[in-house]
């Protein structure tokens, strides 16, 4: 299967959005359409893509506020932990699920702390970790009790997983999860006590 | 991006070089050659893996370079000068006395390099992950340095003069001898409780 990756940042809160197509079906996908605007369609048209799936990592309005417009103009399945984002039905997805997007295999992680229907997806050796793990930093969350929730799934997931997977986030740069093992400020020890309140900077 | 063929060498996943058969370890001297040849002769590469390779004084000034893998790689005396790269990583590589002066680069990682004598003077390093880096005598002056990190990494004898940053994360494990003249580091976001509190 031949791919291609394309980052749109978003000026809308300052959010990643991605879409992966697949080069052969000519099928894509979108990764938390933070906007949808000229600059996206533009970039599915001239690949003549047709966009068949939404992932959605977390229900946050700043990740998903492309949803209604790209609906309009696609009919394409959403993928999430809710049964509805934006009033659009979803395709409820559960931790460790494995499952099929516009022809990519794509498995689910369940990282609640950040918002409690976080999720990272996986496809290949890309993983679209949403809010839960940006470069050099985790989420931030509500309480020490959610920090430690997330480190928790976190190590108990998705950082099992090659040292070679790309950390594609919703917010940054990106990464690569064996940086994310030695230098996210995350897993330093005691991390979790120091947040002790909730911040505006990733809402 | 990321669909790298990978090594044909039975056991190995690691990814073709530069398109070719085997990864670098494992490419034959005339596949290594070819791929060198490749990166000298083209001037845009998108999608190419070459990962874990030696290159020495090599001129790539100029060249554009889309989803590219420069991970692991040993870059010596290597001209980058006026690139652009875009979703390239150069995570874990080591990298001496090379110029990516006048870049333009977005998207970008260099998570957990070793840089000794780089220049990256007069750029564009927007969304650009240098976390875990370890720079000496390097300079990132007169660049817009806007939204990349700096977490947890060493530098040393480095220059960041007249740089844009702006919502820049510095969090420098170690620091020897830096200067941030004239840049707007009441913009970075040098205190986690600035975060998490």
Redo the contacts between chains.
């Keep these: 299967?031949?791919?291609?990756?394309y980052?749109h940042?978003s000026l809308y809160d300052?959010a990643n959005c991605y879409l992966l197509g697949d080069e052969d079906r000519k099928e894509a996908l979108i990764v938390d359409p933070a906007e949808f605007n000229a600059s996206i369609l533009d970039h599915i048209e001239k690949n003549n893509y047709t966009l068949k799936a939404v992932l959605v990592t977390h229900n946050h309005l700043h990740h998903i506020r492309g949803l209604k417009t790209l609906r309009r103009i696609y009919d394409a399945e959403i993928f999430a932990a809710n049964a509805t984002v934006l009033g659009f039905a979803c395709h409820v997805v559960r931790d460790g699920e494995t499952f099929e997007a516009a022809g990519f295999q794509v498995e689910a992680f369940s990282v609640p702390g950040h918002s409690p229907d976080s999720m990272i997806y996986r496809v290949?050796?890309?993983l679209f970790t949403g809010d839960s793990l940006h470069?050099?930093?985790i989420g931030?969350t509500l309480s020490p009790f959610n920090a430690r929730a997330l480190i928790e799934r976190l190590q108990g997931g998705v950082l099992k997983l090659n040292d070679?997977c790309?950390v594609l986030p919703g917010h940054?740069?990106?990464?690569?999860l064996?940086?994310e093992k030695?230098?996210?400020?995350g897993f330093e020890d005691g991390f979790a006590r120091?947040?002790?309140?909730p911040?505006d900077?990733f809402i | 991006m990321y669909n790298y063929l990978r090594c044909a060498e039975p056991g190995c996943e690691k990814p073709a070089f530069a398109g070719g058969d085997h990864c670098y370890q494992h490419a034959r001297k005339a596949e290594r050659e070819k791929g060198l040849a490749l990166l000298a002769s083209e001037s845009e590469f998108r999608d190419l893996s070459f990962a874990g390779a030696v290159l020495e004084d090599i001129n790539l000034s100029g060249k554009q370079f889309w989803g590219c893998s420069f991970m692991d790689t040993r870059l010596r005396s290597v001209l980058f000068t006026s690139c652009h790269f875009s979703l390239c990583f150069f995570d874990r590589s080591h990298i001496e006395s090379c110029d990516f002066s006048h870049l333009q680069a977005q998207f970008c990682s260099f998570g957990a390099a070793d840089l000794l004598n780089v220049s990256f003077e007069s750029s564009e390093l927007v969304h650009i992950n240098f976390d875990g880096i370890a720079a000496r005598e390097c300079t990132f002056s007169n660049s817009n340095l806007y939204d990349s990190r700096f977490i947890r990494c060493e530098l040393y004898n480095t220059d960041m003069e007249d740089c844009d940053l702006k919502r820049v994360y510095l969090f420098p494990a170690k620091e020897e001898q830096v200067s941030y003249k004239y840049s707007n580091t009441m913009e970075a976001i040098r205190d986690l409780g600035h975060l998490y509190q």
């Design positions: 299967m031949r791919t291609k990756l980052e940042y300052f290949d050796e890309l470069a050099g930093i931030s070679d790309l940054g740069p990106p990464s690569t064996g940086v030695r230098f996210n400020l120091k947040m002790c309140a911040t900077f």
